[in-house]
Each structure stands twice: as structure tokens, then as C-alpha cells.
Nanobody, 117 residues
């Protein structure tokens, strides 16, 4: 079992920045993928960015150049630096973990990001 705890969600003005953090604990395998997903009201949950334990990253086209995902393998943590935030970025952001050894997948509780005009 893996537990994920997110933090950093807040109310921020358009154009501002925010940094989300996620700490994983439990049965962590060295080969894994972590990432951030978001869900806005009335919309499906969508991937924002992912990062493999090797450091390889992937981003949704809408956030490329504005968001940066990173991780600290020693701390089993993943981060999302969000810059130039827009109103449409308002959503609940969820941390995700998937081990690539046994195939388990886990979700955090979510953290609210609200961008105001």
C-alpha cells in the first residue's frame, strides 16, 4: 500500500505561481512513475504531467512551458511548479503513483487550486 499526501493548493491570482508537493510513503518500488492529474468541475480527470523514476517527463500540451514537474527519489516526493496560472487552471489537483514492478496504482486526496481574476 502507498499513501500520497498533497500540499500547496491555494487561491492565487491569474498570472501568479504556485508549487504543489506530494509525499509518498509505504511500499515504494524503485522503478515507478509519479504525476499530477487535475479535475475541474464538470470535466474528466486529466493528466497534467508525469515523471518516471529515471527522470523522464511528459506534459500536457496546455501546460508546456508554464509548469515543471520534478521529483526527489530519496524523499519519495514529487513536485509541480506552476507559473503563469490561468483561470482555466482552476481544479482539484491529484498526486498519482504507479509502481512499474507489480503494477499497483494509487491516488492522493487532492488539493484545490483556485485561480482568480
Amino acid at each position: 500500500q502507498v499513501q500520497l499526501v498533497e500540499s500547496g493548493g491555494d487561491l492565487v491570482q491569474a498570472g501568479g505561481s504556485l508549487r504543489l508537493s506530494c509525499a509518498a510513503s509505504g511500499r515504494i518500488f524503485s522503478v515507478n512513475a509519479m504525476g499530477w492529474y487535475r479535475q475541474a468541475p464538470g470535466k474528466q480527470r486529466e493528466v497534467v504531467a508525469t515523471i518516471h523514476s529515471s527522470g523522464s517527463t511528459n506534459y500536457a500540451d496546455s501546460v508546456k512551458g508554464r509548469f515543471t514537474i520534478s521529483r526527489d527519489n530519496a524523499k519519495n516526493a514529487v513536485y509541480l511548479q506552476m507559473n503563469s496560472l490561468r483561470l482555466e487552471n482552476t481544479a482539484v489537483y491529484y498526486c498519482h503513483y504507479r509502481d512499474l514492478i507489480l503494477g499497483g496504482t494509487f491516488w492522493g486526496q487532492g488539493t484545490q487550486v483556485t485561480v482568480s481574476s
